[in-house]
């Protein structure tokens, strides 16, 4: 059964708005890699090196991180979750509808065929 022109532009929009989501997870996460950035410098400790004879303790220093970051990404795991689901969803959509309608090939390809 060969597609016909709605059936590509309908794919077309579906792998358009899956490819959407995608972008909207990727930039929660770069916006939480920003916000753990702009923090670390009030992680570190002020003094360096040795003090009364003790080493440096870095593992507080990664603590510190662990912890903020936990809870940067525990605000936006909300917001994260549903975008997943919807992801899951456009997934079996696209799917269904190349089992459906079998395989049309790339949108993309036909619109530079048009």
């Known amino acids: 059964m060969t597609a016909t022109p709605i059936q590509h ?4 929009r579906m792998e358009d708005a899956r490819r959407q989501t995608q972008r909207q997870l990727e930039l929660i996460d770069r916006q939480v890699m920003r916000r753990i950035t702009s923090i670390l410098p009030q992680l570190a400790r002020r003094q360096t090196g040795y003090r009364r004879g003790k080493a440096p303790d870095t ?3 990664l ?5 903020n970051l936990a ?10 979750d ?3 689901r919807k992801l899951t ?4 959509a696209i799917a269904a509808f190349r089992k459906r309608f079998g395989p049309i090939g790339d949108a993309a390809q036909l619109r ?3």
């Open 9 to 12: 532009a309908q794919l077309s």
């Open 59 to 61: 593992g507080s220093f």
């Open 63 to 67: 603590e510190r991180y662990r912890n």
């Open 71 to 80: 809870a940067l990404t525990a605000e936006r795991q909300p917001e994260v």
């Open 82 to 84: 549903a975008l997943t």
């Open 89 to 92: 969803r456009q997934d079996a």
């Open 112 to 114: 530079e065929e048009v």
